[in-house]
């Protein structure tokens, strides 16, 4: 594979990843993800972000360097935006291989160098504003971007192109083959992307909305031409398009509008709680709102938070499990406050056996959550016909008030 030229002495490189590996350990990819480094060229090269060697991506790397008349060997400055190993972990590999090359992050970023990788020397610090002089007119500059999504991310500007490397920011998951750019792909491949896109934002940045959009306001002078994120497609026709949906994704959780639908999310033992969400829905249909549904533990919670995150209304169907909530739904919860799902309308349902408790601990685990809800409903065993029309009318007063926002 060959480096992709984003214009002139500057190159993308990247891997694509196909394993069954979880992303962070934690989010399946069933699409892959890319990892994306940059090469910059002035009188001296710049490397924007690494990698770990993964898949064999550091072979793929050095194929790529090579294409574009360089190696790692001839790196002078390796420049980390962010320091999660995924982009930073064959950087000892690196140093030994190339140990005149100076290594350029902000203080908290080099201070994971020394703490995390144990690497002491050709370290410098930069921070909000600082340039690096590549030479032969080529002028790189930094903006700090804390908390996108950990606290010593940076992002790096290229004037000359207008090309932002913004690593994790305005990524996604997907791997994208050998088409690299944004005007490379169909509109049903966009909207794949659009998915995939939301659902790493709900997954790796929503707890951190509120930084998303200071990023946003510091670097909205800039006369960005092309985005170049470190995982996902790269933006060089519609840069706007990846950057006001992260826009919108901030405001998901920050005080803006979620989209006018409902997420059902259900769980159930025997299936007693099962009838009541198929009643449930049953009030959405005959609004006319339209919603998704997950049932769990079957599906996987990345999947789960990601169309949550965007509704505007949930259903949290679950049965009493040993006195308290259904494990998997408090895992789910747990999630939500972690990722600052707040501000949503919700209703939440379900049966017990021998007594109740899910209620109780619900409504304990929502309290700072500053939810609009709908009383609960629960009910012993298999819910009665005054039980179900009940649920079935709770549904469609849920969707009503979607339709009102």
């Not at 144990?118 to 903006?143: C, P, Q, Y």
């Given at each position: 594979?060959?480096?992709?030229s984003?214009?002139?002495n ?11 590996t ?30 770990k060697d993964?898949?064999?991506?550091i ?26 190993p995924?982009?930073t ?24 160098v ?9 370290l ?10 590549l ?18 991310t ?10 932002l490397f913004?690593?994790?920011g305005?990524?996604?998951?997907g791997i ?17 992307y659009?998915?995939?896109?939301l ?9 951190f909305?509120?930084?998303?959009l200071?990023a ?8 960005v ?15 706007t398009?990846?950057i ?7 405001g998901?959780?920050?005080?803006a ?20 969400v ?6 959405i249909?005959a ?10 533990p ?31 739904m408090?895992?789910i ?16 349902l ?19 959550f ?5 009383e ?11 039980d179900?029309?009940?649920l079935k009318?709770?549904?469609a ?9």
């Amino acid at each position: 594979m060959k480096a992709h030229s984003i214009c002139e002495n500057v190159f993308a490189i990247h891997a694509d990843i196909t394993t069954d590996t979880r992303f962070e350990g934690i989010w399946p990819i069933p699409h892959g993800v890319t990892l994306n480094s940059y090469v910059v060229k002035g009188a001296k090269t710049a490397l924007i972000d690494l990698a770990k060697d993964w898949e064999g991506s550091i072979a793929s790397f050095a194929e790529q360097l090579a294409s574009c008349g360089s190696s790692f060997e001839k790196i002078d400055y390796l420049i980390l935006n962010h320091l999660e190993p995924d982009h930073t972990a064959y950087i000892i590999e690196m140093k030994r291989r190339n140990p005149g090359m100076e290594i350029i992050s902000t203080p908290k970023g080099i201070a994971m160098v020394r703490n995390f990788f144990k690497i002491t020397e050709g370290l410098r610090e930069v921070k909000n504003g600082d340039t690096l002089d590549l030479g032969a007119g080529r002028i790189l500059t930094f903006f700090e971007t804390p908390n996108i999504h950990w606290p010593e991310t940076m992002m790096t500007w290229d004037a000359t192109c207008g090309i932002l490397f913004s690593c994790d920011g305005f990524g996604s998951y997907g791997i994208v083959g050998d088409r690299v750019f944004d005007d490379e792909f169909s509109a049903d491949e966009h909207r794949f992307y659009e998915a995939e896109s939301l659902r790493y934002y709900s997954n790796i940045v929503a707890s951190f909305s509120s930084f998303v959009l200071k990023a946003l306001e510091k670097l909205g002078s800039l006369p960005v031409r092309v985005v170049a994120p470190s995982h996902g497609i790269i933006w060089r026709t519609n840069p706007t398009e990846i950057i006001t949906r992260y826009a919108k994704y901030a405001g998901y959780n920050t005080g803006a509008p979620c989209e006018k639908e409902i997420c059902v999310i259900w769980g159930s033992m025997y299936g007693y709680t099962k009838q009541g969400v198929d009643a449930v829905i049953e009030g959405i249909k005959a609004e006319g709102v339209p919603y998704t549904i997950h049932q769990i533990p079957d599906t996987d919670a990345s999947f789960v938070l990601a169309d949550a995150y965007k509704a505007a209304a949930l259903v949290l169907a679950m049965p009493t499990y040993e006195y308290k909530m259904f494990p998997p739904m408090a895992h789910i919860l747990d999630l939500f406050e972690r990722k600052h799902f707040t501000g949503k309308k919700a209703f939440r349902l379900g049966s017990w056996g021998w007594v109740g408790g899910a209620k109780k601990e619900y409504d304990a685990r929502i309290e700072g959550f500053k939810w609009e809800n709908l009383e609960s409903v629960e009910w012993q065993g298999v819910p009665s016909a005054a039980d179900l029309d009940l649920l079935k009318a709770r549904g469609a007063e849920l969707a009503r008030q979607v339709k009102e926002l």
